[in-house]
């Protein structure tokens, strides 16, 4: 298996445009989850679904932030418009038992 | 949540045992102790879990205090490649999706 496949790897963008992260979980997982790592706040869970279905989105910043999981085998978390406070690595990770997560490479966002 | 105390860093020489401590006093009887950590620019990785028993597998060892107020990671033989932040982290059972809250963890540093 390929592991959690995350794209883009990089992203540099303008404040004020919009910016789609996409994740595809390890095939058979039931849970996804997207987390945000900076140096001043460390690593935050944002959201996570469970068979597809949002079941805790709390850690969501504000209402500039977008997460979506269409099917199984694919999420996408979404920011509009983008401000350089957002400016994290992004990771993704999914879980078949909730045991064990297995996380992807991460995104670097830069936002200018 | 129930949380953790660890120690910012640790160092350790090369082929040397490394016993990276945990405090959890306010941990419930049925909280699962899991270990992530983080290599250089990498997404975190499992490396264990238990609940009550001691476990080891093929990366490390957990010791779990009687008391269950505090865990101990070990690893046995400490390589440059374990140089990571490692996570301490508690988690409900009855979160089955596995949502996991990272605390500020510890530098482990490894020196040859």
């Known amino acids: 298996d390929a592991g959690v496949i995350q794209s883009p790897r990089h992203e540099v963008t303008e404040m004020g445009q919009e910016v789609t992260l996409r994740c595809k979980p390890i095939?058979?997982?039931?849970?996804l989850f997207w987390y945000r790592q900076t140096m001043m706040r460390g690593l935050e869970l944002l959201i996570y679904?469970?068979?597809?279905?949002?079941?805790?989105d709390s850690g969501m910043p504000e209402d500039r932030f977008s997460a979506k999981m269409p099917n199984a085998s694919f999420s996408t978390l979404k920011i509009q418009p983008s401000e350089p406070r957002d400016s994290a690595v992004y990771f993704c990770?999914?879980?078949?038992?909730?045991?064990?997560?297995?996380f992807g490479p991460g995104t670097r966002l830069t936002v200018l | 949540d129930a949380k953790t105390t660890q120690p910012n860093s640790m160092e350790s020489n090369e082929e040397e045992p490394v016993h990276l401590p945990c405090n959890h006093s306010?941990?419930?009887?049925?909280?699962?102790i899991h270990w992530y950590r983080q290599l250089p620019s990498q997404g975190p990785e499992y490396v264990i879990h238990?609940?009550?028993s001691n476990v080891n597998n093929r990366m490390a060892s957990l010791a779990i205090a009687e008391d269950r107020k505090s865990s101990t990671l070990i690893l046995h033989r400490a390589t440059l490649r374990d140089a990571a932040v490692y996570y301490c982290?508690?988690?409900?059972?009855?979160?089955?999706?596995?949502?996991?809250?990272f605390g500020q963890g510890t530098e482990l540093s490894v020196k040859p």
């Open positions: 990770a999914s879980s078949l038992d909730g045991n064990e997560q297995f």
């Open positions: 982290i508690l988690r409900p059972y009855y979160n089955q999706g596995g949502k996991l809250i």
């Open positions: 306010t941990i419930s009887g049925t909280d699962y």
């Open positions: 679904f469970n068979n597809n279905v949002p079941i805790d």
């Open positions: 095939s058979g997982h039931n849970s």
């Open positions: 238990g609940l009550t």
